[in-house]
C-alpha cells in the first residue's frame, strides 16, 4: 500500500518559519519528481514548488520564490519544503504529490498538513 504522509504544519506567526516533510511508504520518492501544493479556504489547490527526480532542479512558483525552498533525502525517503518569512496569505492546507502540476496527473498525494500563519 502506497502512502504520502506530509507533516510539519502548525500555526506561526507571521515571519516565521516552517519545514514540511513528505515522507513515503510503499515507493521511492526519488523515482518521481515532487510536488508541493497548497489550498486556501475557498480557492484551488496551486502549486507551490516542485523538486526534479534527480533533485538538481527545483521550480518554486513566483509566489513563493526567495522564501520557500524544496529539498529531498533520498536516504530517508523523505521530500521537504521549508518555508522562511511566511505570510498570512501562505495559510493552506499543504500536499504533496508525485508530479509537479495537477494537470500531470500525480499518480499519489499525501492527505495534507494545515499551516495558519497568524498573529
Known amino acids: 500500500q502506497v502512502q504520502l504522509v506530509e507533516s510539519g504544519g502548525g500555526l506561526v506567526q507571521p515571519g516565521g518559519s516552517l519545514r514540511l516533510s513528505c515522507t513515503a511508504s510503499?515507493?521511492?520518492?526519488?523515482?518521481?519528481?515532487i510536488g508541493w501544493f497548497r489550498q486556501a479556504p475557498g480557492k484551488g489547490r496551486e502549486g507551490v514548488s516542485c523538486i526534479s527526480t534527480g533533485g538538481l532542479s527545483t521550480y518554486p512558483a513566483d509566489s513563493v520564490k526567495g522564501r520557500f525552498t524544496i529539498s529531498r533525502d533520498n536516504a530517508k525517503n523523505t521530500v521537504y519544503l521549508q518555508m522562511n518569512a511566511l505570510k498570512p496569505e501562505d495559510t493552506a492546507v499543504y500536499y504533496c504529490?508525485?508530479?509537479?502540476?495537477?494537470?500531470?496527473?500525480?499518480?499519489?498525494w499525501g492527505q495534507g498538513t494545515q499551516v495558519t500563519v497568524s498573529s
Open positions: 504529490a508525485t508530479a509537479c502540476t495537477i494537470v500531470a496527473r500525480p499518480d499519489y
Open positions: 510503499g515507493i521511492r520518492l526519488d523515482n518521481y519528481p
